[in-house]
């Protein structure tokens, strides 16, 4: 069974990860129940990091367990400290993923650290807005691939704003097929909108 890896930094965005950590671990809902993709922390040390809320994590795995043969997806968080030197080895890991076809997932601050690195200069992609990527990113190129979406999904990379963790969620979850076409759009738009005939329609096909 492959994995999700969440690399984990101090001054993690908590919230932008949750939608998608939740669905992957829990298998809930899932079109073949019982299975799930265990979700794995990561990071540069096994110490724990606290993230922006507040709270500790500690790595359950390390960076050497993480190759294309055992990642379903790895997931990089927003942060502040992207641009510290310790966290060049999971940027590199990313690129070796992402050429081996492996996907990989950025939001946020991660975005910036793809984007120092070259990694969005030929891929469409988004981020906080290109001024962003451009103001912490000085070696970056890749103005001519930004779209000013909440989320982008590009083949096996996907790339998202500090605002677009559902969208974001949602074309992981539909990289890796483990919803059906019908759960999907209704758990993204009962999410997306609250309406209460999405989570009806969630559960009626749950029932199938």
Known sequence: MKNAYVYVLDTLADWELGYVMAELNSGRFFKNQGERIPVK???????PITTMGGMQVAPTATMAEVTDATSAVLLLPGADTWQEPQHRPIIEKAAELLESGATVAAICGATSALAQVGLLDKRPHTSNG???????????????????????????????????GLLFARYVLARLGVFSSEMLEAWYQYYHTGEGKYFHTMMQTLEK
Request: aromatic content about 10%; some cysteine; proline content about 2%.
């Open 130 to 164: 290109l001024d962003y990527l451009k103001m912490v990113c000085p070696r970056y190129q890749g103005a001519a691939f930004y779209q000013a979406e909440k989320a982008v999904a590009d083949g096996n990379l996907i790339t998202a704003s500090s605002a677009g």
């Open 41 to 47: 922390i990561i990071g540069a040390t096994n110490a």
